[in-house]
């Protein structure tokens, strides 16, 4: 079975506060974007990468332009939607609808607004994975204190010891990630992650220690952030 990457990158990046969408914007001298792709190009394992960008996009053609040594390993898709999750469902409805993945290849959804995914969490989401039956996720034990709210009070305290913040990548085969959005597709608005259409099959992600590294970059803060990661990497 191959390894096709899945770059959801279709986003506005509202709560970034920027002009442009957040995933174009520079971080430690290249376009946030860039970053994730240029880990999975330079991965051996990885066997393609597709890209999902909005119809209107006006950064991808250029980014592409600029980095020649990624032609033929990338494919844009322009098959955005409204959401993260309507775009991961048309990107794998383009790939599956032009024969690109096998029932059994492994796809690897990852965010765009993660820069600071590496080779060596990526190995061991493959290798913990391999063999696995349902798929899984790079994950995060948490680590604060967390409290459930009642009208601005603390009502409890909940049990931190099973909670995990979930990462991407997210890695499931194609025909079950298929058949997990098809069934998902009336809840799409309840679920913010791919792990969770499988969930709703009944089925239960393997969960892979993920890196703080690896986080999204989400609010204006966080570009700073990520370039101090980022610039440590290099
Ligand atoms: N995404 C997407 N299509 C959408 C919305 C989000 O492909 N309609 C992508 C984003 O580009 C990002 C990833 O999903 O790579 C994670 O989403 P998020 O961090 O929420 O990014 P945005 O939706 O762009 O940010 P915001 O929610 O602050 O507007
Ligand atoms: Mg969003």
Redesign the pocket.
Same mark, same amino acid.
Request: hydrophobic share 30%; aromatic share 0%.
């Given at each position: 079975a191959r390894h096709l990457a899945l770059i959801? =990158? =279709? %986003? #506005?990046? =509202? /709560?970034?506060e920027v002009q442009m969408?957040?995933?174009y914007m520079a971080l430690a001298g290249k376009p946030m974007l860039r970053h994730a792709l240029d880990t999975f190009a330079a991965h051996t394992r990885i066997d393609h990468i597709y890209i #999902?960008v909005s119809a209107e996009d006006a950064y991808i053609d250029e980014i592409m332009a600029a980095a020649p040594a990624l032609q033929g390993r990338v494919t844009v898709l322009r098959a955005? %939607?409204? $959401? /993260?999750q309507?775009?991961v469902r048309n990107g794998l409805l383009a790939i599956t609808a032009a024969q690109d993945a096998e029932a059994d290849d492994w796809i690897l959804v990852h965010? =765009?607004?993660r820069p600071g995914l590496n080779a060596a969490l990526i190995d061991r989401l493959l290798d913990e994975l391999q063999d696995d039956p349902v798929g899984g996720l790079l994950a995060l034990p948490l680590v604060d204190t967390i409290k459930r709210s009642n009208q601005g009070r603390s009502q409890l305290t909940v049990p931190r010891a099973d909670l995990w913040a979930a990462q991407t990548p997210q890695m499931f085969r194609s025909a079950l990630l298929l058949r997990a959005f098809t069934q998902a597709a009336a809840q799409l608005d309840a679920i913010t992650d791919d792990a969770s259409a499988i969930e709703m099959l009944g089925l239960q992600p393997k969960l892979v220690a993920g890196s703080p590294r690896n986080f999204?970059v $989400?609010l204006a803060h966080d570009a700073a952030l990520a370039e101090f990661f980022l610039k440590g990497n290099e």
């Open positions: 959801p =990158a =279709a %986003g #506005v990046g =509202a /709560r970034m969408p957040k995933q #999902v955005g %939607g409204p $959401t /993260r309507e775009s965010d =765009a607004a999204k $989400t």
